[in-house]
């Protein structure tokens, strides 16, 4: 079959692989249908984080269609259209038990490579890294889905491709940073970043009945979308001074009640906090620019709740003394997308919850570098590039 | 070395697993086979590229659904000893499996160290084999990536 592979840092190839086969009893090959660029691909395709190897399949947010099931799998069968979440779970362990599938402690082929670095190892994740599993990526013909009973979702004959796709990872990962922030009537929700996750954040701080929703972004076209797509209020932080200052302004002084970062490492800023991150980045003295989320710590009003649904490493000149003296409470994860799937599908369903409005680009699978290099470069407005394999 | 693990299975079931030796190799990748011969097994490891080692080890200890120990025989080119503990854990979790494993290569030439032959650090393979004991335990499997495709060996992951 045709897979879009990394070969280096800003390297990716379309290079022909072996078709993948089925390899445990709980297994499912899918065809993909739908594969499309995260943010967080970025953080790998730049080089930020390591582990990749030469060859990997890259992508992790997709659905697809049943084409094969191991002899264990009795809840789908060939021709079920499906969307994954991009983290796997077995549904066994006390992890996946309580909803927390990122966490699952039976998916990771390699865990004593994660250990040293985290404690524990998490679950595993389809073309991100050895150090998260090293599973074959989304942008291919076909995958191998584990634990497929727990992992596939039927997608509803009304809801789309074009829909279920951002159910695999954009839309759990806003809807669960959302969640994070256990919402109240009249609460007012800030999000940082409105690429595909801060877009699925915001619409879902509305579904979980915020009050007010404020997007900060640069692009015009992405805070149009979060305007028009969304209804939120959004803060173009170019055209002001100062974010928290103008979020103080926006909310009586109070401050956001939830912040939610959907940036990570690679934020963009301005001043010289900015310049110095960039400079330990590019020097890979750090590995994280956190613009954002120094912001988001700093605006969160007394007592409120910081969201990170941005990827980080590990952040030097970390500013925990400001959420202690505050008493933020911080909530973060890689995405439970499997804990929020049924209700998702069912806003999906409803028409509640529509975000195909974000697809600006679509490209064949052969054409896919390209894809990544518009996204990197936010060209022609592209907010997420779809590529639909042959 | 020393790791800890919870899983939920039944103590028993978890002790009959590790007391059949021979069940050893699927949850250490490095094993290709162990025989079992009374209180002896005999231990066949995939070494470096084309040589393959082998060992004798001994049953020191069995107490059922507690603890099993065992050591190598004198003259075995890779000395190793090993005990695993098992004690009911907490509610909802399941039951505790503690592996003490210790690997050298005693006599081996110039840098010939338990890493190179067996292609992973000692070190790691508590934490490794636990994990792996403990998929195959609670799910009837081991995540495995052999055999998935990729643009490398041809086309596919070895």
Known sequence: MRALCWHGVQDLRVDTVADPTILNPHDAIIKVRMSTTCGSDLHIYDGYIPTMQEGDIFGHEFMGEIVEVGPEVRNFKRGDRVVVPSFIMCGNCWYCQQGLASLCDNTHPKPELQEPLFGYHTAGIYGYTHAFGGYAGSHAQYMRIPFADNDCFHVPENVPDEQALFLSDAAPTGFMGADFCDIKPGDTVAVWGCGGVGLMAQASAYLLGAERVIAIDRFPERLQMARQNVKAETLDYTQVDNVVEALKEMTGGRGPDACIDAVGMEAHGEGIGYAFDRIKQALRLESDRGTALREAIMACRKGGTLSILGVYGVMDKFPIGVIINKGLTVRAAQQHGQKYLPRLLEHASRGELDPSFMITHRFSLEDSPRGYELFRTKEEGCVRAVFIPE | ?158
């Open chain 2, 1 to 158: 070395m020393q790791k800890s693990v919870t899983v939920n299975r039944p103590l028993e079931e978890l002790y009959r697993f590790w007391r059949e030796f021979g069940n050893l190799p699927r949850i250490m990748g490095y094993l290709d086979s162990v025989q079992v011969n009374g209180q002896r097994a005999h231990w066949k490891a995939h070494a470096l590229k084309d040589q393959t080692v082998e060992w004798d080890t001994e049953l020191v200890e069995d107490i059922p659904n507690e603890r099993i120990t065992w050591r190598s025989v004198e003259g075995a080119p890779l000395t190793h000893s090993g005990s695993v503990h098992f004690k009911p854990g907490r509610e909802g979790w399941g039951n505790e499996v503690q592996l003490s494993l210790d690997i050298d290569v005693p006599n081996g030439k110039f840098g010939e160290t338990a890493e190179k032959l067996l292609g992973i650090a000692p070190t790691l393979i508590a934490y490794k084999t636990l994990y792996a004991f403990k998929s195959l335990m609670e799910t009837g499997e081991i995540p495995t990536l052999t055999g998935q495709p990729a643009a490398r060996n041809g086309g596919r992951d070895e």
